[in-house]
């Protein structure tokens, strides 16, 4: 994960025709971790699907060095086939794939994707950043449907990510606690 | 190239494996139900289903190219699929080209077995059983690419399945054309052009669909 950097430069965003932010710049370099954070509709999810390359920015430009893992609300995982085998199938895309951490999924990996919980989704969803070893990692709400201790999980595991060389960029509404774990409040970018 | 592979495997597996795209049987069945429908409707002429027996087969390949639209790509859009794609560098062309080649082995190939059952219902025989079969190898995989185009550009429509079975029918009028058209007529000549057509429509389509794909996650 060497030489991960993310620099975004004077980005705006717009939705329809209401342009949700403006003006923003920040960088990231290796070891960082910055928690975007503001009220619903700001453009949280928006400027991670920006840095993401899912959508064009309005005006302003995102330079990133490194490939970027996301995880959202949608898992991304066959809803019919057991976890198990759902997550084999990324791990096949993302060969050679570490072995996934410890989240609590052992005993899931038999069942099938729709019967999981949100929470259980999301700790899948998880599994399946850790093992895609992106330097850059775009976490949008994580914390959502985590019970206490998946919460403590996924905050350690944004801290081991960033101690190895990754940075992370973290859109929530919920405290987040990771160490050196800088803020934006994106209202201060409404227009 | 392992990333191809892994996306055909997946494909395959939820076409043939009875996953949520319907599957490759139920497109089948219905192809033969449809060729099964005309000799009850017209009566058990012979002669007369001998002669319409090829368009009838040609019809009810068209109608079963409609059913498994809506299942082609809407659910990896809305299950974030393609947003992974995206994240990790793999195309939408490529995820589309290999989608194609997997619809088209899902439903191509099948068709042409079934063929033989709707033949034997419609009583064609010899010649021209054998240019049904040529035409739809020819035509089949521009069936599938029309399909491919036509789910990606109405994945993010509420209405999408509808409209993409009326949407379907006009684009494959050339292919029932000149493929069905090979009959009356005989010559290699209608196979040639219901080739020539299927093999533009197969060139076009990993684009096409690619870029139906990323305008549907700008919206």
């Known amino acids: ?191 | 190239m392992s990333v191809v592979w892994a996306l055909l495997r997946r494909d395959l597996a939820q076409m043939f494996g009875g996953g949520r795209r319907g599957g490759a049987v139920l497109p089948v069945l219905f192809f033969i139900a449809t060729a099964m429908l005309f000799p009850f409707a017209v009566g058990p002429d012979p002669v007369l289903l001998a002669r319409a027996g090829g368009g009838i087969v040609w019809v009810a390949a068209l109608l079963a190219a409609i059913l498994p639209l809506d299942r082609l790509l809407a659910p990896d859009l809305e299950q974030g699929f393609f947003d992974q794609f995206a994240v990790r560098g793999i195309a939408e062309e490529a995820v589309v080209a290999v989608r194609l080649l997997a619809h088209w082995l899902s439903f191509g190939p099948p068709l042409m077995l079934a063929a033989l059952p709707a033949a034997a219902l419609l009583g064609l025989h010899g010649d021209t059983l054998r240019t049904v079969e040529w035409g739809l190898l020819a035509g089949t995989p521009g069936l599938a690419a029309i399909g491919l185009i036509i789910a990606a550009l109405t994945v993010s429509l509420r209405a999408g399945a509808a409209l993409a079975g009326l949407l379907l029918i006009p684009l494959a009028v050339p292919l029932l054309i000149f493929g069905a058209g090979a009959l009356s007529t005989g010559g290699a000549s209608g196979l040639a052009f219901t080739a020539a057509i299927s093999l533009l429509l197969c060139a076009i389509t990993p684009f096409a669909g690619g870029a139906a794909i990323r305008a549907a996650r700008e919206g």
């Not at chain 1, 949608?74 to 085998?85: C, D, F, S, V």
């Not at chain 1, 700790?123 to 994580?142: G, I, M, Y």
């Not at chain 1, 940075?167 to 990771?178: D, E, G, T, V």
């Open chain 1, 1 to 191: 994960m060497e030489g991960a950097r993310l620099s975004l430069n004077d980005l705006a965003c717009r939705r329809g025709d209401r342009v949700l932010f403006r003006g923003l710049s920040f960088e990231l370099n290796e070891g960082e971790a910055l928690q975007v954070v503001g009220p619903n509709g700001t453009g949280k999810s928006s400027l991670l699907r920006i840095v993401g390359g899912l959508l064009r920015p309005f005006a302003g430009t995102v330079d990133m060095q490194g490939s970027a893992g996301l995880v959202d609300e949608r898992p991304a995982l066959e809803e019919h086939l057991p976890l198990g085998r759902a997550l084999d199938f990324w791990a096949r895309i993302d060969a050679p794939a570490p072995p996934a951490p410890d989240l609590g999924l052992d005993s899931l990996l038999d069942v099938p994707v729709r019967f999981l919980s949100t929470g259980q989704r999301k700790r899948a969803a998880l599994a399946r950043l850790t093992r895609q070893q992106a330097p850059v990692w775009l976490l949008d709400e994580p914390l959502n449907g985590l019970d206490v201790q998946a919460a403590r999980a996924c905050e350690a595991l944004v801290a081991d990510h960033c101690a190895a060389g990754g940075l992370a960029l973290i859109a929530s509404h919920q405290p987040f606690a990771a160490p050196g774990l800088k803020q934006i409040d994106l209202m201060d970018y409404a227009s």
